[in-house]
């Protein structure tokens, strides 16, 4: 008796459901595919021209409505088909995986979220190029009254993102400094209340003052705060009439860029002829008397006005040019700088080929140093600080006070450094046998304002009376002049910054203290051949060949 086939297994010789052929798609199932993959299209080109113009209308708007247009009908046309396919297996995965991405997405936005509202940011790059500069820090930290900062800014603003990163700088900074973002196009009663006209536009208000500024660079916010809270401009003088570098320039020799970063730091700049005067006076209200290479000598009657201006606790920041340039030295004697005639050749520290461009490429610890390296001082002079006289001793059987510099090196040379007393330009310059070589000073300060510490006192000996303050008199000499020009190139920056400091240490300007250069450096990297073809071997052949090794599996399998 032979056994009854099993009817609940599927026989060898029913064919198999899914090799049969499928119906026909109707036509409108098939236009409602096409408009389904069009309006797909229409979605990402209508996204991508939202996030090129910042703005949905109108074009950006039009592609997405027509987009969700397509996708709608082709979900009408094909909802059979659709159903049939969402009671499968492989739908749940999608949405599974699908919400897993939702999920993770959702973390990143609201990490994206907390960080908008929490701003910070660490600027890793050497120079601190994108943050905020020290100086803007102690001026927004050392507010002494509340400050408005009311910026207008649209999303189509070219700069707009640079801006409001900016702006939220400062907010971070805290303090007495209040900001408000308005967009112009939607804020209108705050435009016709402000009368704002340009895109890009802060207006900056302390109390019943405000100034209004385009563009909004860290430069032009902070000098803006600083106009409006310190209200009266400290004056400073430069003198005129003896070949001195030029402020109204645009030549390579002028200094019209230092003045113009004093005057974007509220520096009230004028220019001092004292010649034209038959009794000349440094006026009253000079807070910095600026000297920046004079080629003629002065008079007799300009230079005992000078001496008599610092005599009286002036200040004075002195550049020299180079022989045979006068050397000041009558103005510099009694403040313990004597000027040493020739230029100063560092056969150590110098740019290539060019003996007599000096580089300092680390200067002595000081606030007016301070983050600055790499100065460029072509054909710069020495200078050597005197030692002041010993103080004699107050009472009997008391020694002498050891004597003291009256100034402090800024910049100085190598060891191996020489002068040529014979300096002539165009001359090929000859170390002559038994030239003196060793340090030398190329920039020097000298306080006065200080008060000197008292002698000691002998043991059983009342204490001597306190010395007198000092005349308050302070000076900034350099030995070059050129280093502020353009024609040290790209490093004119640290003479400028340099020259900056200076001013803001002799005014006593302690906010302006630091301001340290902000340049944009390239960071390309140049490649030699053979660094060029492992580069190109391991982004391009490596994962080549993995792609290759992928598919060759997938192709084995399949055949398996």
């Not at 196009?185 to 405000?210: F, W």
């Not at 440094?282 to 290479?293: F, K, S």
């Not at 024609?487 to 400028?496: A, C, D, N, P, S």
Request: proline share 9%; net charge neutral; with cysteine.
């Amino acid at each position: 008796m032979s056994a009854s086939p099993d009817k609940s297994s599927p026989s060898l010789h029913t064919p198999d459901p899914r090799l049969a052929a499928r119906p026909p798609m109707s036509g409108a199932a098939l236009g409602g595919l096409v408009a389904g993959i069009l309006g797909a299209v229409l979605i990402l080109a209508g996204l991508l021209a939202w996030s090129i113009k910042k703005s949905l209308l109108p074009w950006p708007l039009i592609l997405l409505v027509l987009g969700v247009a397509g996708v709608v009908f082709y979900v009408i046309s094909n909802k059979e088909t659709l159903a049939t396919f969402w009671r499968q297996k492989t739908p749940r995965i999608i949405l599974n995986s699908a919400a897993f991405a939702v999920f993770v997405a959702g973390i990143l936005i609201l990490v994206n979220v907390v960080g908008i509202r929490h701003h910070y940011r660490h600027d890793f790059t050497a120079n601190k190029e994108f943050a905020l500069s020290e100086q803007t820090i102690k001026i927004v930290k050392g507010l002494e009254q509340p400050v408005e900062m009311i910026a207008f800014v649209t999303p189509e603003y070219f700069a707009a993102d640079e801006f409001k990163s900016r702006l939220r700088e400062y907010e971070s900074l805290g303090g007495k400094l209040a900001i408000h973002t308005y967009d112009p196009k939607t804020a209108l009663d705050k435009v016709r209340e402000y009368g704002i006209h340009s895109d890009g536009t802060i207006v900056i208000k302390c109390g019943d003052k405000k100034q209004d500024i385009i563009g909004g660079s860290e430069e032009q916010i902070t000098s803006a705060i600083l106009s409006i809270t310190t209200g009266k401009k400290t004056a400073i003088y430069y003198l005129s009439g003896h070949g001195e570098r030029r402020f109204d320039s645009a030549s390579d020799d002028s200094v019209a860029d230092f003045k113009k970063l004093l005057e974007n730091l509220q520096y009230d700049v004028k220019e001092l002829i004292l010649a034209r005067d038959k009794d000349p006076k440094v006026p009253a209200d000079c807070a910095v008397l600026l000297i920046l290479g004079p080629e003629q000598p002065l008079l007799a009657k300009e230079t005992e006005a000078i001496k008599s201006y610092l005599a009286q606790g002036g200040k004075a920041y002195i550049c020299l040019a180079a022989p045979p340039a006068p050397s000041l030295a009558d103005i510099l004697a009694p403040h313990g700088i004597k000027p040493i005639d020739g230029v100063v050749y560092d056969p150590v520290n110098n740019l290539p080929n060019a003996p007599g461009v000096t580089l300092v490429v680390q200067p002595d610890e000081d606030e007016i140093t301070r983050s600055l390296q790499l100065f460029c001082m072509p054909l710069a002079r020495a200078l050597e600080i005197q030692q002041s006289a010993p103080q004699q001793p107050q009472m009997p059987g008391q020694p002498p006070q050891p004597s003291a510099q009256k100034g402090s090196p800024l910049l100085e040379t190598s060891e191996q450094s020489w002068v040529d007393p014979n300096f002539k330009p165009g001359v090929v310059p000859q170390k002559a046998p038994g030239t003196k070589a060793g340090k030398f000073v190329l920039a020097a300060k000298v306080d006065e304002s200080s008060t000197p510490p008292p002698p000691q006192t002998p043991p059983g000996m009342p204490p001597p009376p306190t010395p007198p303050a000092g005349p308050g008199t302070r000076l900034v000499v350099v030995g070059d002049v050129d280093f502020l020009t353009q024609r040290v190139g790209e490093l004119q920056k640290i003479g400028l910054a340099f020259s900056l400091k200076s001013v803001a240490w002799l005014a006593k300007d302690e906010k302006l203290i630091s301001v340290p250069p902000k340049d944009h450096k390239d960071r390309a990297i140049t490649l030699a051949g053979v660094q060029a073809k492992i580069v190109m071997i391991l982004v391009f052949a490596v994962p080549a060949l993995i792609l290759l090794a992928g598919i060759s599996v997938y192709v084995l399998r399949r055949r398996g």
